[in-house]
C-alpha cells in the first residue's frame, strides 16, 4: 500500500495518471535522448563530412592562389624575360585546354544529331579546322618527348625554333606578326612561278576565246594590276578540266601550288593532289558558310585572319580593305561548283597578288 501511494504522488507531479511501469520507461527514453542528464551539445561543433570537405577544398584554393601571386611577382621582379616567356606559356595552355574543351563539344555535338562538317556553322567549322591545325603542329612535339629525358631537349627546342615547333597560342604578339609575314614571304615566292606554269600551259587551251582571258590575265597581274572578279570566273572552264583540272596539273605546278597553301612540296605528286584537293574543299565549305553567316558578323581579328587563310597577308591593311577583299572572294567562290576547284586554288594568287599595294 505505502510503495502504491508513493508511485501516484510521483504521477500526480508529472500531471497524468501513468503505471508505475510506465514511468521508469519514460525516465529512461528521457536519459536517452539527453534531456534527462543536461543540455543538448551544439550543433555547430561537429560539420558534416561534405562541409569539412568544401572548407577544406575552399582553404587548398585560397593559399593556392596566395602563392602563385607571390611566386609571379618575385619572377617579374628578379626574371623580368623568363616572367614573359612563363606568362605566354600559361596563357598558352589555358587556350589550348579551351580550345580543346571547344572542339570536342562540336564534334560530341555532331555525332549526337548526325551532323557533316559542311553543315555546321561557319565559327564552329574554322574552330575545327584551325584545332586540327594546331594538334597536328604539336604532334611532332608529342613524339620527340616520348624517350626518357627528351622533355629538355624539347623545351630547348621550343625555345630556338618558335616559329616551327609552336602553335599561335604561345607566339608573342610581336612575334605573331613577324612568323606570319615570314610565312607570306614563303607563298609569295611561288607565285611569279605559278603565273609562269599558267603561261606555259596557254597554247594546250583549244578555245581561243579562253586563251585570250588567260593571256590577259597572266599579263595584268605581271603588270601590278588587280584583276577584277568578271576577268577570273570567265575561266571557270578552263580550269574545270584538261589542262588546268587538278588531277591534269604538272607535278611542278603542283609543288608551287602547295608551296602557295603553306603546304610541304616534298611529298610525291599524288599526296600533294590529295592535300591540295582536301584543302581547297574545305575553304569552299567555309565560303558557303561565310556567306550565308555575313561578313558584317566577323569581328576585326575573323575578318584578318580569314583573308590570311584565302591568300592575303592582312596584318599590315586596315580592316575595311580586308572587308572589301574577302567579299570579292566570297563572289568568286560561291560562284563556282566542285568540279571548278582549281580555279579556287589558283585564286589564292590571282587575287591576292598585286591588291592594294601588297605586292613587294
Known amino acids: 500500500m505505502a510503495l502504491s501511494r508513493v508511485c501516484w504522488a510521483r504521477s500526480a507531479v508529472w500531471g497524468s495518471a501513468v503505471t508505475p511501469g510506465h514511468f521508469f520507461t519514460r525516465r529512461l527514453q528521457l536519459g536517452r535522448s539527453g534531456l534527462a542528464w543536461g543540455a543538448p551539445r551544439s550543433s555547430k561543433l561537429h560539420l558534416s563530412p561534405k562541409a569539412d570537405v568544401k572548407n577544406l577544398m575552399s582553404y587548398v584554393v ?17 626574371f623580368p624575360r623568363f616572367y614573359v616567356l612563363y606568362t ?25 544529331h548526325n551532323i557533316k562538317f559542311h553543315q555546321l556553322p561557319y565559327r564552329e567549322m574554322e574552330h575545327l579546322r584551325q584545332f586540327r591545325q594546331d594538334v597536328t603542329k604539336c604532334l611532332f612535339l608529342g613524339i620527340i618527348s616520348i624517350p626518357p629525358f627528351a622533355n629538355y631537349l624539347v623545351f630547348l627546342l621550343m625555345y630556338l625554333f618558335p616559329r616551327q615547333l609552336l602553335i599561335r597560342h604561345f607566339w608573342t604578339p610581336k612575334q605573331q606578326t613577324d612568323f606570319l609575314d615570314i610565312y607570306h614571304a614563303f607563298r609569295k615566292q611561288s607565285h611569279p612561278e605559278i603565273i609562269s606554269y599558267l603561261e606555259k600551259v596557254i597554247p594546250l587551251i583549244s578555245d581561243a576565246g579562253l586563251r585570250w582571258h588567260l593571256t590577259d590575265l597572266c599579263t595584268k597581274i605581271q603588270r601590278g594590276t588587280h584583276p577584277a572578279i568578271h576577268d577570273i570566273l570567265a575561266l571557270r572552264e578552263c580550269f574545270s578540266n584538261h589542262p588546268l583540272g587538278v588531277n591534269q596539273l604538272q607535278a611542278l605546278h603542283v609543288k608551287a601550288l602547295s608551296r602557295a597553301m603553306l603546304l610541304t612540296s616534298y611529298l610525291p605528286p599524288p599526296l600533294l593532289r590529295h592535300r591540295l584537293k582536301t584543302r581547297t574543299t574545305v575553304i569552299h565549305q567555309l565560303d558557303k558558310a561565310l556567306a550565308k553567316l555575313g561578313i558584317g558578323q566577323l569581328t576585326a581579328q575573323e575578318v584578318k585572319s580569314a583573308c590570311y ?41 590571282l587575287l591576292s597578288t598585286n591588291y592594294l599595294g601588297t605586292r613587294r
Open 62 to 78: 585560397t593559399k593556392t592562389k596566395a602563392f602563385n601571386g607571390k611566386y609571379h611577382r618575385f619572377l617579374g621582379r628578379h
Open 88 to 112: 605566354i606559356f600559361m596563357k598558352g595552355l589555358q587556350m589550348l585546354w579551351a580550345d580543346a574543351k571547344k572542339a570536342r563539344r562540336i564534334k560530341t555535338n555532331m555525332w549526337k
Open 309 to 349: 587563310l584565302r591568300g592575303l597577308n592582312s596584318t599590315h591593311i586596315g580592316e575595311d580593305r580586308c572587308r572589301t577583299w574577302l567579299g570579292e572572294w566570297l563572289q568568286i567562290s560561291c560562284s563556282l561548283k566542285e568540279t571548278e576547284l582549281s580555279l579556287l586554288l589558283h585564286n589564292v594568287v
